[in-house]
């Protein structure tokens, strides 16, 4: 019996640690344990034990319980989202998990673990919200308007690798097939995608774009499908975005990051054109142009598993590969030019150009954020300029780097023959910046990937690229010791 006290002392440490909501109920849904972590949706634990579930919730119906169904199934019932009030009258979403309870095989009770995600919802619902905007209807010609979307003449360079990816999206402009863009961080992969809208007879048609690692995996489905009201717990009549698509093009970024599951239900709407709401019985007739892009090389996606092969092969009838800035070199100068004019505008200054020093060092630089990275450096220079000349010192590489500015001429040799190791060194910094993020945040990720400036789901991705789970519990378990 002691051993028995020892533990249950051991796990409501724990359970006291942790960011999750912890919630025990008996065969009669009374309330029988809670964490502090419940705190974060409104329920205190010193008024909630004893209490039955229903009026903990008071507007949950017997029917969209899941402590009721899982206690008469038995079964566990994972990764849900709920909407729900609870009895302070706040509105509360959450991702919840919930589980029978067995004690010596016999049925005793069940328990939920949840995170509170109503911020997270509330940004999914202003996507659909600004996504169902970009169709408005324009009054005067009764079509979709679109604004601020890239042509082809917004792509910046006169290189062959450019002109050859202008000449192909002019040729597939007006197909109808799937496109694929593979291509690194910062290369332009939407305004690939927009070009390929805007030279199409369909431009006045809604193109509608969609980051998939920029949503948790539990809401992704509900923003690509919809939600019909009353098919599960909060949920609202909302079109998803493959409807508001429907006669354009639906544009999904980070494709690899999609969950298999999801993979799957794609692949069925752009095969069958039809698509059915989270929680709906009536399938809805579409239409839309798919364009998918991955900043991962398809080899690679396949190998790993990341991308299902059946999708991968739909998706890739029509391939694009971006060209990294580093293998269009001749093009640097365009784009310097191209971006200074753009922030003499903005910022009413009249600079005009670099010196031949930072012109040296900007083609002489591998660019691993390529065009993203370059307009950066240009807008951050122009900020603090008041000559008109930008001097390499005024590009401040030790704000980006961390370390002291430098330009390829003046690196030591040994360090000149290191850039090719550049991906893995930039490997070692990420890996480290990411531990040190979990332990200030005591082994919790969504703290952690908000202290770095990430989505959470694309720090699940590279946590598990890392194989950093073990470092999490060690963390929490050491939390707990303390």
């Known amino acids: 019996m002691e051993d028995l006290r020892v533990l249950s002392k051991q796990w409501e440490q724990i359970f006291s640690v942790i960011r999750e909501g912890v919630l025990v109920v008996d065969l009669d849904l ?4 809670v964490n502090e972590a419940v705190q974060n949706i409104g329920i205190y634990p010193e008024r909630v ?24 199934t038995g079964q566990p019932i994972t990764d849900k989202v709920l909407t729900f009030v609870t009895y302070r009258g706040e509105r509360k979403t959450t991702l919840t998990s919930t589980f029978p309870l067995y004690e010596n095989g016999v049925l005793t009770g069940a328990f939920e673990v949840f995170q509170d995600i109503s911020a997270i919802d509330e940004l999914s619902k202003k996507i659909v919200f600004y996504q169902n905007k970009e169709r408005r209807v324009d009054p005067q010609n009764k079509k979709h308007a679109v604004s601020s979307m890239y042509t082809v003449d917004s792509i910046i360079g006169n290189s062959q690798a450019i002109d050859s990816l202008k000449d192909k999206i002019s040729l597939i402009a007006d197909s109808f097939s799937p496109v694929l863009i593979y291509g690194e961080t910062g290369t332009g992969k939407e305004l690939i995608a927009q070009s390929i809208h805007t030279a199409s007879a369909k431009k006045t048609a809604p193109f509608i774009a969609q980051n998939c690692a920029a949503i948790p995996e539990s809401l ?28 354009g093009i639906l544009f999904l970024d980070e494709i690899n990051s999609m969950p298999l599951s999801l993979q799957a239900k794609l692949l069925r709407v752009i095969q069958e054109k039809k698509v059915r709401r989270v929680g709906g019985q009536k399938e809805i ?14 080899e690679v996606i396949l190998q790993t598993g990341e991308m299902r092969s059946d999708l991968f092969y739909r998706l890739n009838v029509i391939y694009l590969e971006l060209p990294p800035l580093r293998e269009r070199r001749e093009d640097i100068p365009l784009l310097i030019d191209h971006y200074i004019s753009y922030y003499n505008e903005q910022f009413n200054k009249k600079v005009l150009g670099v010196n031949q020093e930072t012109m040296s060092f900007f083609m002489e630089y591998a660019w691993p954020g390529n065009i993203r990275e370059l307009r950066n450096m240009i807008e951050r220079a122009m900020n603090m300029q008041e000559g008109e000349v930008i001097q390499l010192e005024d590009v401040n590489l030790g704000a980006l780097f961390g370390v002291s500015s430098m330009s390829p001429a003046t690196m030591p040799a040994d360090s000149r023959k290191q850039l090719g190791s550049l991906k893995d060194a930039l490997k070692e910094v990420e890996v480290e910046m990411i531990k040190q993020a979990l332990m200030d945040a005591n082994g919790n990720v969504s703290k952690a990937a908000r202290k770095l400036d990430i989505p959470q789901q694309t720090m699940n991705h590279k946590i598990d690229r890392y194989t950093l789970r073990p470092l999490i519990y060690q963390i929490k378990l050491s939390a707990t010791q303390k």
């Open 30 to 33: 009374r309330v029988t344990y």
């Open 285 to 298: 007739d579409i239409d839309f142009r798919i364009v998918a892009a991955t900043n991962v090389n398809p």
């Open 220 to 247: 992704l489905e509900g923003i690509l499908f919809g939600t019909e009201k009353g098919g599960f717990t909060g949920a609202d009549n909302r079109p998803g975005l493959f409807e508001l698509a429907n006669g």
């Open 49 to 72: 034990i004893g209490e039955n579930i229903f009026q903990v919730f008071p507007n949950l119906k017997q029917e969209h319980s899941h402590f009721v169904k899982v206690l008469a």
